[in-house]
């Protein structure tokens, strides 16, 4: 067994304090959007409480964004233009997720500090993180003074719009908060990868996993 070093601290502390605070605005939003069926706090506290926390969620993702932007570590999130090789890959991530995982087959995506996200991962990280993240913040922020950013609120179609994609991406993110930490246990044994999220230290099974080349085992342990 070797232990791999996949998450360096500024992306764990980042990681912990967003689930974090994804809970309050989830929360706080459902109060928000959904007044006549919850009544878990006041209108008022619940808006206060969502936008504080939004400005901390906002300023946090500045921490994943330099953290990645300034480290040679961001290759975990370099797309594969290689469409033959993405389809390859991806497939067989999905059959193992639908079929070999319950056979107790190796898991066909190999772990480095490189390379720690496996096709499928890496593509819903990206669409999430450069995607799906800011244009939240955009939506939030125009939310939050319409009056201040009206010209872009009317570029974009006006404030219902606006509206819609918040709450969208909003029933997006509800999913994610079930479907993530579920896909979070899959590793070797149920809390490998959520251990290696709060230590750093991914384990590896060499005889569970798909086999090292030597020279990448020598650069992969810490
Ligand atoms: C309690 C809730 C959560 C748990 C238990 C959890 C667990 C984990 C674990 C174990 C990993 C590392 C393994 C993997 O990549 O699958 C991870 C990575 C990640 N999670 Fe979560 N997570 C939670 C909430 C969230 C939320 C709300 C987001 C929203 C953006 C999120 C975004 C990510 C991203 C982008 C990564 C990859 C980070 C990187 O290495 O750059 N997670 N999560």
């Known amino acids: 067994m070797s232990r791999v070093y996949v998450n360096p601290l500024p992306v764990r502390i980042w990681h912990w304090a967003n689930a974090l605070m994804f809970i309050i605005l989830i929360v706080t939003g459902v109060q ?4 006549d ?16 926390v939004a400005f901390a969620l906002i300023a946090n993702f500045f921490i994943w964004l330099l ?6 570590r961001n290759k975990a ?16 991530q999905m059959l193992y997720y639908g079929y070999g995982m319950f056979r107790g087959e190796p ?14 991962q890496r593509m819903l990280y990206q669409i999430l993180m450069l995607f799906l993240l800011p244009l939240q913040f955009a939506t939030g922020l125009m939310l939050w003074d319409v009056k201040r950013f009206q010209p872009y ?4 179609g006006g404030v219902r719009v606006v509206d819609t994609v918040h709450v969208l991406i909003f029933i997006f993110f509800v999913f994610y908060m079930f479907f993530h930490p579920y896909l979070a246990t ?3 044994t ?11 230290y991914e384990e590896e099974h060499e005889e569970c996993d798909a086999p090292v080349a030597p020279a990448a085992e020598g650069a992969a342990k810490a």
């Open 190 to 200: 149920p809390t490998a990868h959520i251990k290696a999220m709060i230590t750093g």
């Open 32 to 35: 928000i959007r959904y007044l």
């Open 37 to 52: 069926l919850f009544s878990l706090m006041s209108f008022r506290t619940a808006v206060v409480v969502h936008n504080w």
């Open 107 to 120: 898991n066909p995506h190999h772990i480095d500090p490189y390379n720690k996200f496996n096709p499928l």
């Open 153 to 156: 609120i009317d570029m974009v």
């Open 77 to 92: 999130y370099h797309p594969e233009f290689n469409i033959v090789k993405l389809a390859d890959q991806s497939l067989k």
């Open 186 to 188: 899959l590793g070797h």
């Open 67 to 72: 953290f990645y932007l300034f480290s040679d």
